[in-house]
C-alpha cells in the first residue's frame, strides 16, 4: 500500500529543536518531490519546504534557515529538522507526495 | 508570494443542488513552460487533504465525475453537479505555478 506516516512531533519550549520523520512505504520518496505542508489550528495552509529528486531543496521565507528537509534512502524516510522555534511555528505538519499522496500529519506544538 | 483568494468562505447547498467555488491569484498562474499549476485540494473534518483536480480541470483518480475544475489565467472554479453528503468539507485551491501558496478555504455544508 502507498503511504506516508509522519511522527515526531510534540511541544517544545520557544527557541527548541525537533525532528519530524515521514515514512513511506510502497514508493520510493528518493523519486518523488516530496514536500512539508503545515496547517495552523485556524485551518490555513501553509507550503514549508520540499526536496526534489535531484536533493536541491528550497523552503518558505518563514523557515528559511531554521529548518531543513532531507532523506534517507536506506529508510525510506523524509525528515524536517526545525531548529529555533518560534510560537508561530505551531501548527498540523503534514509530509505530502506532489500533492496528491499525504501522511496523517504530526501535531507541533511552540509554548511556553 | 502569490495571493490566493476563494469565495465564498461558507457555502450552504442542499443535497442534489449544484454547488460553486471560486479562486483568484493576484497573479496569472501561467507557468513559463505553459501549463497552469491551480490544484483543487478537500479536506473532511479530521482527515488530511486530498488533491482533487490537477492543472485547472484534471481529476485524480478516483475523484466523481460531479467534481469539474474550470478557469485560466488568474480566476478558477471548481464546480460539484450535485451535492453528496459525502463532499461535506473545506475545499482548497493551491497554485504551483510560482512556489505554493493556497486559498483560505472554503466550507460546504449540507
Known amino acids: 500500500e502507498v503511504q506516508l506516516v509522519e511522527s515526531g512531533g510534540d511541544l517544545v519550549r520557544p527557541g527548541g529543536s525537533l525532528r519530524l520523520s515521514c515514512a513511506a512505504s510502497?514508493?520510493?520518496?528518493?523519486?518523488?518531490?516530496m514536500t512539508w505542508v503545515r496547517q495552523t489550528q485556524g485551518g490555513g495552509l501553509e507550503w514549508v519546504a520540499i526536496?526534489?529528486?535531484?536533493?536541491?531543496?528550497f523552503y518558505s521565507d518563514s523557515v528559511k534557515d531554521r529548518f531543513l528537509i532531507y532523506r534517507d534512502q536506506s529508510k525510506n524516510t523524509l525528515f524536517l529538522d526545525m531548529t529555533n522555534l518560534r510560537v508561530e511555528d505551531t501548527a498540523l505538519y503534514f509530509c505530502?507526495?506532489?500533492?496528491?499522496?499525504w501522511g496523517q500529519g504530526t501535531r507541533v506544538t511552540v509554548s511556553t | 508570494d502569490i495571493v490566493m483568494t476563494q469565495s465564498p468562505r461558507t457555502l450552504i447547498v442542499t443535497l442534489g443542488q449544484p454547488a460553486a467555488i471560486s479562486c483568484r491569484s493576484d497573479?496569472?498562474?501561467?507557468?513559463?513552460?505553459?501549463?497552469?499549476?491551480l490544484n483543487w485540494l478537500q479536506q473532511k473534518p479530521g482527515q488530511s487533504p486530498r488533491r482533487l483536480i490537477y492543472?485547472?480541470?484534471n481529476r485524480d483518480s478516483g475523484v466523481p465525475d460531479r467534481f469539474s475544475g474550470s478557469g485560466s489565467d488568474t480566476y478558477f472554479t471548481l464546480r460539484i453537479s450535485r451535492v453528496e453528503a459525502e463532499d461535506a468539507a473545506t475545499y482548497y485551491c493551491?497554485?504551483?505555478?510560482?512556489?505554493?501558496?493556497f486559498g483560505q478555504g472554503t466550507k460546504l455544508e449540507i
Open positions: 505530502t507526495r506532489d500533492f496528491w499522496l
Open positions: 493551491m497554485q504551483s505555478t510560482h512556489w505554493y501558496t
Open positions: 510502497g514508493f520510493d520518496l528518493t523519486r518523488n518531490y
Open positions: 492543472q485547472v480541470s
Open positions: 497573479q496569472s498562474l501561467v507557468h513559463r513552460d505553459g501549463p497552469t499549476y
Open positions: 526536496i526534489y529528486t535531484g536533493d536541491g531543496a
